[in-house]
């Protein structure tokens, strides 16, 4: 990827006066890291939403900050709600000379069979890879090949993706980077039966009330009365 250069300037400004600083069309910032003060800066908001739209995690932003570049990571982008755009970023500054530990995100590609060929449907156990390496070897996401996905039931492992020698894994080998499975079918629910059924043997049936049954009834017990 194409190296992410922002200009910024140093910000004076903070709590409640930072919104007139968004308004003018700035965007407020903090470095941070191991080896520095935090430094408060400003960005074009323009500038910056358009660059950090594109990055990653994982993805080396140099902050030039009056003529000093600053290598850094973005570890936090707040937003606003509605508009959608960055209200401020957190930026750890970092050595290029030390390994440093980042989570990469995972990209699946290619066409699985399992899923063309037998309606099968793909469940993600991992989003991110762990990994430790230098800034510059860190890459901004890793492509798994999903080929290998035949049939329902087969799955790709941490221990089977081709990583780059200069990255050290940090996930367990043993765990589920993506696995072909058959689609869950539910159960329909039963259809209610048609007026005027047969009960299903077992099956308690509706009690039947008649008018004209009750009225014969009545009848006999008259007859019967009379007789006495």
């Known amino acids: ?55 990653g995690s994982s993805t080396l932003v140099t902050i030039d900050l009056d003529g000093k ?7 936090e982008r707040q937003r606003n709600f ?14 290029l000379t030390e390994k440093l530990h980042a989570e990469v995100r995972i990209e699946l590609a290619g066409l699985s069979l399992a899923v063309k060929d037998q309606n099968a449907v793909l469940v993600t ?29 087969d799955g790709i492992h941490v221990r089977d993706l081709v990583i780059d020698e200069k990255l050290r894994v ?3 080998p ?23 059924a047969v009960p299903v043997e077992g099956e308690a049936a509706e009690p039947e009330l008649s008018v004209e049954r009750g009225k014969k009834e009545e009848e006999a017990a008259e007859e019967g009365e009379k007789k006495k």
């Open 82 to 95: 509605i508009k959608g755009n960055l209200i401020h970023v957190d930026f750890l500054a970092i050595s």
């Open 125 to 153: 156990g991992l989003h991110t890879l762990s990994v430790e390496c230098l800034p510059a070897d860190l890459p901004d996401k890793i492509v798994v090949d999903i080929a290998p996905l035949v049939k329902p039931g």
């Open 174 to 196: 043993d765990e589920m980077v993506v696995v072909a499975t058959f689609a869950k079918v539910e159960e329909e629910a039963p259809v209610a039966a048609a007026e005027g």
């Open 69 to 75: 570049e600053y290598p850094t990571l973005v570890r």
């Open 170 to 172: 940090l996930d367990d």
């Open 1 to 55: 990827m194409e190296k992410v250069v922002l200009k910024a300037s140093r910000r004076d400004v903070r709590g409640k006066q930072v919104g007139a600083l968004r308004r003018a069309g700035q965007l407020p910032a903090v470095i941070y890291g191991r080896h520095i003060e935090p430094l408060n800066i400003s960005l074009d908001a323009h500038d910056a939403n358009l660059a950090l739209n594109k990055v």
